[in-house]
């Protein structure tokens, strides 16, 4: 009984602090190569949507397929930015660009290759979206993805931007 009790106390620890973790520093690369560093996403103290997904991954897909369908109203109303993060290794590496655009995403999308900005967020299945607040402080995540799951995630983004 007393075990129990100590997990569920680390439980709500690690929770109340995963409130206040801040987005790590961490190098991946872009679409066409070049590194960036995870530290510099900002934008102008307006929320950040970071989607974590796959090209294997049909949920992770339906989720920015979802959002793709409103994205242009929800930065109008809110000037949210979405920043897609792929964790496909180096065998899908020349997959990604042309999905990307035959998809047509106006996100901005970034390939994690060797899943260092996965683990450093604790990251262990996708579709894995986090919403960061102006201070770039984790403020909401979400594992998974089920239909209607974009417009909770919109009333979190609204929230945000009052």
Avoid at 50 to 73: M, P
Wanted: charged share 25%; with cysteine; proline share 3%.
């Amino acid at each position: 009984m007393k075990r129990i009790l100590l997990i569920l106390i680390l439980n709500l620890f690690v929770i109340s602090c995963i409130s206040q973790e801040r987005i790590p520093s961490v190098n991946i690369k872009t679409l066409d190569g070049k590194t960036i560093n995870t530290a510099s996403f900002s934008n102008n103290g307006d929320p950040i949507i970071i989607s974590f997904w796959a090209l294997w991954c049909k949920n992770c897909i339906k989720e920015l397929e979802a959002i793709a369908e409103i994205y242009e109203d929800w930065q109008e109303d809110t000037n949210v930015k979405l920043i897609a993060i792929s964790i496909d290794d180096s065998r899908n590496t020349s997959k990604l660009k042309p999905f990307i655009n035959s998809k047509g995403w106006e996100y901005e999308i970034y390939h994690d290759p060797n899943s260092d900005f996965k683990r450093a967020l604790g990251i262990n299945s996708i579709p894995h979206t986090f919403l960061f607040n102006d201070k770039m402080e984790i403020v909401w995540d979400k594992i998974g993805y089920t239909d209607g799951h974009e417009l909770e995630l919109y009333e979190k983004v609204l929230e945000l931007s009052k």
